[in-house]
């Protein structure tokens, strides 16, 4: 018979502990995030990677390196395979020969928390998990109520109030159960926090579970498959929780240990806003994690996480790739999401837009030369922020000529 997924067992990211994944797990005792382990060496002598080709273009072409087993759980809107697109006209203006951008805003819900949605409601499926509740910023919310309700399970959502309009929307038109506090992430986690105490849900909070890294990792196992089995120099991507840049690492490690690609990982950017800048702090200064940054405020707010509980994780990808962290403006976001808009035709969002000024200000401190495949992650779909810019057109009157 088929193994559907080589998944052995959980780990701690920090002691030495290990979990069954047949059970419901959320953090170690210890405190810190549980890691999927798969064997490896046993996939490696079953799979091919060939094999992945002919599949249908979902993440779940990867299911052997995923924590299902049973196919029947998976719950799944479509989500993966999103193209990779070189950009040109963007690179030429940059200096930057080959320039990517893996584009996430065509994903269901518009941003890539649907691939951690998938994943981790497929597996809470598999669990047996009837009800479950989280804080988020809005991405995530949207993401995890949409596959809620496709998976007959309640989801219950507590997210500030300046939450974008249209993710308060979402999640409720996905029938979630819904709060509003007056408040930050970090109000919202608590009440979420005190009411999982009280009621024993399961705690869907960022690297809470262990699952929704292993989808996004999957953004780092497709952009290995569209490069042809090859790893490209660098790959920026937008840091708020870091799941993202940690499930990338994790998923090029694993592509290595089977041989799917081999030589250097990519050198991986974490990139921040100035007003959030937290990783990039602890960067500057050679931490291993990072501290609690004050008053963040910034347009991209998927990237608005003042302290990230896997920071020493995503610190720890960079380090071991000899990438970096580095911190970008609204103002220049802003202007460079209209110029990609203008030249590439690509309405990416505003975290999107800070990736490619970062991997501007990197070719400009020539940390990344003019031949690197470099690839920008655009994790979502500017369509999402409809208030990022305004416009102001003359309007005309119906019998005048242009
Ligand atoms: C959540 C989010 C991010 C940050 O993702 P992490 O994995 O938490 O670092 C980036 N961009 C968008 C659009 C998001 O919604
Ligand atoms: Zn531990």
């Known amino acids: 018979m088929m193994t559907y997924s080589y998944i052995s067992h959980l780990s701690c990211s920090v002691c030495d502990l290990t979990f069954d994944d047949h059970e419901i797990n959320q953090l170690c005792s210890c405190g810190a995030p549980l890691l999927v382990n798969y064997d490896l ?11 992945i080709g002919n ?7 990867y299911h052997e390196l995923l924590p299902i087993r049973n196919e029947e759980n998976i719950v799944s809107l479509g989500e993966g395979m999103t193209p990779l697109i070189q950009t040109n006209k963007i ?9 990517y951008i893996k584009d996430e805003g065509i994903i269901p819900t518009g941003t890539f928390k649907a691939r951690g949605a998938a994943v981790g409601m497929s597996k809470a499926k598999e669990l047996g998990i009837k009800q479950m509740a989280m804080p988020t910023n809005g991405n995530a919310g949207s993401a995890w109520s949409a596959y809620a309700t496709r998976a007959n399970i309640k989801q219950t959502v507590v997210m500030p109030n300046d939450s974008p309009e249209i993710t308060k929307k979402e999640c409720q038109l996905f029938n979630a159960d819904v709060h509003i506090v007056d408040g930050l992430i970090n109000d919202a986690g608590k009440i979420v926090k005190d009411h999982i105490n009280d009621t024993g849900k399961y705690d869907v909070s960022t690297l809470k579970e262990p699952y929704r890294i292993e989808g996004k990792k999957t953004m780092g196992l497709e952009i290995a498959e569209q490069l042809d089995w090859t790893m490209p120099d660098v790959i920026l991507y937008p840091t708020g929780g870091g799941v993202g840049l940690i499930g990338i690492y994790k998923a090029l490690k694993e592509l290595k240990e089977i041989g799917w690609v081999t030589g250097k990982l990519p050198r991986l950017v974490a990139v921040q806003s100035t007003n959030c800048a937290p990783i990039v702090k602890a960067w500057e200064n050679g931490d291993t994690h990072s501290t609690i ?12 996480v003042p302290k990230a509980l896997g920071d020493f994780l995503v ?9 970096c962290a580095i911190a970008i403006s609204d103002e220049d976001l802003l202007e460079e999401q209209q ?7 690509l309405f990416i969002c505003p975290e999107g837009a800070a990736v490619f000024s970062a ?35 003359p309007i005309l009157n119906k019998n005048d000529r242009l």
């Not at 940054?293 to 608005?304: D, L, M, P, V, Y």
């Not at 610190?315 to 990438?323: D, P």
């Not at 990197?362 to 208030?387: E, M, R």
């Open 41 to 51: 060496a046993k996939m490696k002598e079953t799979t091919n990677k060939s094999d």
């Open 55 to 61: 599949r249908q273009p979902t993440l779940w072409r």
């Open 91 to 99: 690179g030429e203006d940059m200096s930057l020969n080959r320039l």
């Open 293 to 304: 940054w004050k008053n963040s405020e910034t347009i991209a707010f998927g990237i608005n």
């Open 315 to 323: 610190l720890e990808a960079i380090e071991k790739t000899n990438g």
């Open 339 to 345: 110029k990609v808009a203008a030249e590439e035709g």
């Open 359 to 393: 991997a501007r200000q990197l070719k400009q401190q020539q940390w990344i030369h003019a031949d690197d495949v470099v690839i920008c992650l655009n994790t979502g779909a500017g369509i999402k922020y409809p208030n990022t810019f305004d416009v102001d057109l």
